[in-house]
């Protein structure tokens, strides 16, 4: 199980390829999300337990830091897309979605027809935009990954409705969820409380941890301490500052607890990360 360095040669953010994908790979895992067109049959993949087997047409996604390997993959039978965590990362919508997202891996062209086509329809502009490279190519790509996970979490948002009903999704609940990510990725670096959020948005504690819980699958400590760890990599990137200027000023009190924290998320050191990265730069 190996950690892959993703490098983006040409946009920074995005990379694709259709060319040079090994017909079987080793578990490993990565920070970037990767979503696929499926070219052909007889592809098979393994992500956590799960083994997938897509058909042609339909669309493969991968989210960061799943550990996933390639069973077998025939020549020329996808082309996919790998971008930043931090595209998602920087939006309170796509988080507050992350345990609906990530949960979901396939979308079936037999099923869903018309949204397997329109992902597979933005990837190939991606590509059109990438190979040629022009002015503000970056944010022209970036534009249409979010046009692609827009499109991925309605689907998975109307799929999870559909299996829970109406009554358990509350379009309510979501959004006190989502005015609880925004507020916490706003205040992150402050000495926050889960009853400070739960005042915020206008709910008892008890009942914010409930919902919170459920919507996210995490607790606030948990939620808090990602933000952070997302918020110290960035500023990881400034070598002009320390690791330990770096964790106070992302919201950490305890050099002790942001080490232990930091290896938990990252599977290495604060120094080994920055070491890595600057290598690829």
């Known amino acids: 199980m190996d950690k892959e360095i993703i490098n983006y040669p040409h946009i920074h953010g995005v990379a694709i390829t259709d060319s040079d994908i090994p017909s ?21 993949y393994k992500i956590g337990d799960e083994i997938v087997c897509p058909k042609k047409d ?25 971008f930043s965590s931090r595209i998602m990362e920087s939006n309170t919508d796509l988080v507050a979605a992350a345990r609906f997202l990530n949960a979901c891996h396939l979308i079936s062209c037999k099923n869903e027809p018309e949204v397997c086509e329109k992902i597979a329809s933005l990837i190939y502009r991606i590509r059109d935009i990438h190979d040629k490279n022009q002015y503000f190519s970056e944010t022209r790509c970036k534009i249409l990954v979010y046009e692609i996970l827009v499109l991925a979490g309605d689907y998975v948002m109307q799929e999870h409705r559909i299996q829970i009903g109406d009554e358990r999704f509350s379009d309510k609940a979501w959004g006190y969820v989502r005015d609880a990510c925004a507020y916490i990725a706003e205040h992150s670096s402050e000495n926050i409380t889960q009853s400070d959020v739960a005042e915020t948005v206008g709910l008892s504690p008890f009942y914010f941890s409930k919902i ?5 699958q995490r607790t606030f400590p948990s939620y808090l301490a ?24 992302a919201g950490f009190q305890s050099t002790t607890t942001f080490n232990k924290i930091f290896m938990e998320f990252t599977g290495c050191s604060p120094r080994e990360y920055r070491k890595m990265h600057s290598r690829i730069r």
Request: with cysteine; hydrophobic share 40%; proline share 4%.
């Open 24 to 44: 079987v790979f080793p578990s490993h895992w990565h920070n970037a999300a990767e979503f696929s067109v499926i070219l052909n049959d007889g592809c098979r």
């Open 58 to 82: 339909d669309i493969l996604m991968i989210w960061p830091r799943e550990l996933h390997k390639i069973i077998y993959h025939p020549k020329n039978s996808s082309l996919f897309i790998q």
């Open 212 to 216: 919170f819980h459920e919507y996210t």
């Open 226 to 249: 990602g933000i952070r760890i997302q918020n110290v990599l960035n500023l990881l990137e400034n070598e002009n500052h320390s690791i330990t200027e770096c964790a106070f000023a």
